[in-house]
């Protein structure tokens, strides 16, 4: 068994409880320049919006672009702080989509939309999960794509204006947006309507960012108005983190990758990436005659081959059969794996999820130290999409992490698992932005 070198892999990817440290210092160092319009890793993003009171009424539309499907759905509040999903369509968004003129793109968008609402005239949050320059509620410049997206002509511009326009040309003028949301703010607000406690969103998906409640008096940036007590969401696109110690193998995936040096955070974190991560390491163990004795790769020398969900799989696979590993890796062309090799596997696939869901725990120790340096009061972070929710031991394993960075007083910290949150969220500003016009006159760098 080749020691020396998975001693390494284990050095590179088993983070204890100094690195943590390390990350959480160097994660709010970060925050603060972010919030100060300093140069940083953060970009800290007013989003012009807080947690609303829950008193707001009617039925409003919600469109969510994430960064694998597109959904859309209708929405009914109360006004009472209850909301019920009435509808709701999904749609894949093929590679062709991601490839697209923007004109094609918001089309695609603006067509399903079209299909989906009977109503007039109606009221739209827009969930866009990708990293935008907020300048209004309901208004954004799009900064770059990011998750392999590469929609022509669209980075620089207003993305509610590119969607606009495309509605206005298939004859719904009546449909207006009136709030432009990223995932995890409409995650933070949709737990936050009933959970008082709610003052952080967190989404592990294909990518990953969290979002929280900040004072107004405390974003040095803000150029608007700044009432006592007011707090305002901050989005803080954490994956563009880049200030942690990767591997060789996240140095080639970056290398690789369609963004190289941005998005080094979700590189190590993000669905979109964290089968790739592990496919690598295995290669390197192929080739360096560590793994399947001098058998060739088969598919697992082909980029992207390795997806995330399999690091599911391998990780709840019996370790005495291991006959779902085996069952992936025959997929792959490599058949009649030995015990040890299939073992091997499965180390590295729980490595590089351990590494993920530790990294993240300690970003979210950060944002929790951020708003609460003692954790004198209780905290719900409203959690979405796939990694958190469908890996076995994802969760379990950032908990164990924030228990060791937080001690008892990590019991303070509620983990809620908040589906469809992003979307749900999307129609509740949307009927805030209705009703409400504060700070809808600010800007920031
Ligand atoms: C990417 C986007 C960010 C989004 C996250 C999760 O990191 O930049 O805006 O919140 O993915 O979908």
Sequence with gaps: MPDKFLKKLQADFDLGLSDCRKIISAFSSEMSKGLAGQKSSLKMIPAYVDVPAGSEQGRFIAIDLGGTNLRVLEIELNGRGGLRKLKEKKYVIDKKHTLASSGQFFGFIADKIKGF??????????TFSFPVKQTAPAAGVLIRWNKDFAVRGAVGKDVVGLLNGQLLARGLPDLRITALVNDTVGTLVCRGYSDRHCDVGLILGTGTNACYREDLAKIGKWKGPKSAGEKMIINIEWGDFDQIKT????????????????????K????MYLGEVARLVLVDLVKRKMLFSGQPAGKLSLQKSFKSEYLSVIEADSPSGLRQTRNILSGLGIKNVSRPDARLVKNVCELTAKRASIISAACLAAVIKHIDRNLKNKHTVAIDGSVYEKHPVFAKQMRKALQAIFGQKAQKIKMALTKDGSGVGAAVIAAVAGTKKSNSAGTHD
């Design 117 to 126: 609402v009977s109503d007039h005239p109606v009221e739209a949050g827009f």
């Design 247 to 266: 591997s060789p193998y996240d140095k080639l995936l970056d290398r690789q990758s369609a963004n190289p040096g941005k998005q080094i955070l979700e």
């Design 268 to 271: 190590m974190v993000g669905g």
